[in-house]
């Protein structure tokens, strides 16, 4: 089975931009969607964007403008760049293999106001 790994997270202030990356253990080619998804202290996870398999990409309105997904088939590597950060987006943030069971472990991303 594929595994997830995400890295990249980290403590910034607020107007700040980070990297998010997560990479797969196998292919990634053949996988319809990718998605990231974050999780903040006392909330359910909620999604935040996801590309597909042709690499259209999705964004819930509260990123919109402000992230990037992409992915990198060739890398096995799927990309969340995150601009214009605000302290709301603090959480844990994953990476999913969409409409499975496969989650990485989770990356923390801390936006100080």
């Known amino acids: 089975q594929v595994q997830l790994v995400e890295s990249g997270g980290g403590l910034v202030q607020a107007g700040g931009s980070l990297r998010l990356s997560c990479a797969a253990s196998?292919?990634?080619?053949?996988?319809?969607?990718m998605g990231w998804y974050r999780q903040a202290p006392g909330k359910q996870r909620e999604l935040v964007a996801f590309?597909?398999?042709?690499?259209?990409?999705n964004y819930v309105d509260a990123v919109k403008g402000r992230f990037t997904i992409s992915r990198d088939n060739a890398k096995n590597t799927v990309f969340l760049q995150m601009n214009s950060l605000k302290p709301e987006d603090t959480a844990v943030y994953y990476c999913h293999v969409q409409g499975t069971i496969i989650w990485g472990q989770g990356t923390q991303v801390t936006v100080s106001s």
């Open positions: 590309i597909n398999s042709g690499g259209t990409p």
């Open positions: 196998g292919s990634i080619r053949y996988f319809a969607a």
